[in-house]
């Protein structure tokens, strides 16, 4: 009787830690400036995450020239969606045209192979000056 007391307790208590660790995936970061897009204007990125697994894209950018990152082209929604989007402006605002960033959030959802792929430019141009495609591994 003692041992399935013991047991159930056991469980009990590992039941919490087994929960969380299935939710979360791994995180994976990619933070270029704009210095690493002028040395090579088009970068591909390799990278491995799991399903529930968190991609974050830090790029540097200047919306003060009117370039910016777009929206992102996924091949597969199904697999991989981006959560955020965000800019954050240059922290020394005394600096005439400074550089910011732009940050992208991405959430892996399945098992697949998905790419990702931004272009920096202006709206009204055609064709961007510096591209970065991402192949997504999501593995378990």
């Not at 991609?55 to 955020?84: F, H, M, R």
């Not at 000056?129 to 591994?137: C, F, Q, R, W």
Request: hydrophobic share 40%; net charge neutral.
């Amino acid at each position: 009787m003692k041992s399935i007391v013991f047991l159930s307790l056991v469980c009990v208590l590992l039941l919490p830690l087994i929960i969380a660790g299935c939710g979360s995936g791994t995180k994976t970061t990619i933070d270029l400036t704009l210095d690493d897009f002028a040395a090579q204007n088009n970068i591909v990125k390799n990278i491995t995450v799991s399903p529930h697994g968190v991609i974050t894209v830090t790029l540097g950018s200047n919306a003060s020239t009117g370039y910016q990152w777009g929206d992102a082209v996924i091949d597969d929604t199904d697999k991989l969606e981006q959560t955020s989007h965000n800019y954050v402006a240059p922290t020394q605002t005394n600096l005439v045209g400074a550089a910011g960033k732009e940050t992208l959030t991405f959430m892996a959802k399945k098992t697949a192979n998905v790419t990702i792929k931004l272009s920096y430019g202006r709206s009204w141009e055609p064709e961007g000056i510096y591209t970065l495609t991402i192949n997504v591994a999501i593995k378990v």
